[in-house]
């Protein structure tokens, strides 16, 4: 396969559709159509003399049907976000859908459990970022053509339901490739001379972090707090509410708290500990994580997989203590600066970031999983603070406040810099691994709707018969 700047030139045309559609369809609105629905009609665009089509059932994929109208939804969505429907054909968009329908069908074949919690958790998610945008969930029910929200809410559970089922088909799918370094280096070699890809200026970056003490007073208001939360639970009021109001976990508040996970979701350990040392209904304790204090909720257990809510909330750091923290990691950097101590082994000593610590506070690119960063992709907040620094300087004290509103202290210094190169299979093997196991999960995803595709009920109804589609629909 033939590479250049860092993309394949000559892609499958199934990968290109299915990677154009999955950009736009994060949110599709023309999922499953089991339950009754208002439609558009509106005909598909024929020559003069021909008779006009009123909406109607157009496909169907095992269980699943597609109508006519799910079609102009899925231009009405791609729009909606932003994006241009000018190249994309009814049948694109008919195919898309079909593939849609198969990964659900086969979910559910394969034994893919998708929970009404989960449902739940997920429809308040959308609804919140729904609501922030349009300002009024009125809205969002007349923009969707329904008439009431409790109607909105069972169409679009529906709807989020068959795309969680399509996700988890399709990562059970991906999930299940692995790629060898043979693999990976005939994959190289395939690779003409003239279009091996050229891979952007990088840089490796390295940090020492200082974290604020917290007292033990400001710790203990937290955990009577928490405790006063549990005790309301266990006396009946909704944990998922008090996690909407209390709770300061950005990616689990807006849902109540809400996470499914088994003992390979990457949580720190002392959260899965208390997650499967609870039965099902029961509230822990207070307890502490490098996050702040939580408290969790087990609302159910299914074999190795545990559904909760938690409570997280940090406590509070004085000014007092980050004036400490400040004062602590300037004289670090004195140290470093004045040749006493290097960099890395200030690093392994001084810092107070566990996963940087034991490397000499190398960064690991959390998109690749290697210590290079590309300077084009680089988190903008990072490259400002390294942009500007020239090799071995050492930053001055960075106050650092993260999506949870922890604040810490930090410096940074640029270890290396990799100039603009054409790849290199020893120093850039990471990336061409990378690249190789993409092209591996692409010929498997197509081999499996080949396969899955003939023993499915599938039939394709009308003009849409005489549609060119990537995958054999029509098992012509």
């Not at 009431?148 to 529906?158: G, H, N, Q």
């Not at 197509?446 to 054999?472: A, L, M, P, Q």
């Amino acid at each position: 396969m033939l590479l250049k700047k860092l993309q394949l030139k000559t892609i499958d045309y199934k990968l290109v559709l299915t990677m154009c559609f999955l950009l736009f369809f994060t949110s599709i609105i023309s999922a499953q159509e089991i339950i009754k629905d208002t439609v558009v009609k509106k005909p598909i665009q024929v020559a003069p003399g021909q008779k006009l089509k009123v909406d109607g059932i157009i496909a169907n994929v095992g269980d699943y049907i597609v109508l006519d109208s799910d079609i102009d939804k899925g231009y009405l969505e791609i729009t909606a976000q932003g994006g241009s429907i000018k190249d994309i054909t009814r049948c694109q968009m008919l195919g898309k859908l079909l593939e849609d329908k198969l990964y659900a069908h086969q979910a559910i074949q394969d034994s893919i459990i998708v929970s009404d919690a989960e449902v739940r958790g997920m429809m308040d998610d959308r609804l919140n970022y729904m609501v922030q945008q349009v300002g009024d969930i009125n809205k969002v029910v007349a923009y969707y053509k329904k008439n009431s929200v409790e109607e909105f809410k069972t169409y679009f559970a529906d709807i989020l339901k068959e795309q969680k089922l399509a996700q988890e088909m399709t990562k059970k799918i991906v999930d299940a490739v692995e790629i060898t370094p043979e693999e990976v280096r005939n994959f190289f070699r395939k690779i003409p001379k003239e279009e091996l890809p050229t891979f952007g200026a990088e840089m490796e970056v390295a940090q020492i972090v200082v974290e604020p003490k917290v007292s033990k007073e400001d710790k203990q208001k937290v955990i009577d707090r928490l405790n006063a939360i549990r005790k309301d639970v266990l006396e009946g009021s909704s944990f998922a509410t008090k996690a909407v109001l209390y709770s300061q976990d950005p990616g689990s508040a807006p849902n109540g708290g809400y996470y499914k996970m088994t003992r390979k979701t990457p949580f720190v350990k002392e959260f899965k500990d208390v997650a499967f040392s609870l039965a099902e209904g029961e509230v822990s304790e207070p307890f502490e994580t490098t996050f702040g204090f939580h408290i969790i909720m087990v609302e159910k257990i299914k074999g190795q997989e545990v559904e909760l809510r938690h409570i997280l909330i940090a406590p509070t750091v004085s000014e007092d203590a980050l004036k400490d923290a400040k004062e602590r990691i300037a004289n670090i950097r004195a140290k470093i600066v004045s040749k006493e101590i290097s960099f890395a082994d200030a690093a392994r000593t001084e810092s107070d970031e566990k996963e940087t610590r034991a490397n000499g506070g190398t960064l690991v690119n959390p998109n690749t999983q290697d210590t290079r960063f590309e300077l084009t992709k680089m988190d903008p907040t990072l490259y400002s603070q390294v942009s500007n620094l020239k090799d071995d300087e050492v930053s001055q004290p960075l106050l650092n406040v993260d999506d949870k509103g922890k604040k810490t202290y930090k410096l940074i210094t640029v270890t290396n810099r990799i100039d603009e190169h054409v790849a290199d299979y020893a120093k850039d093997y990471t990336k061409i691994k990378e690249l190789a196991l993409k092209e591996k999960q692409i010929t498997t995803i197509s081999k499996w709707f080949d396969t899955k595709i003939k023993d499915t009920y599938i039939k394709i109804i009308g003009e849409y018969r005489d549609c060119n589609f990537v995958y054999n629909w029509l098992k012509k």
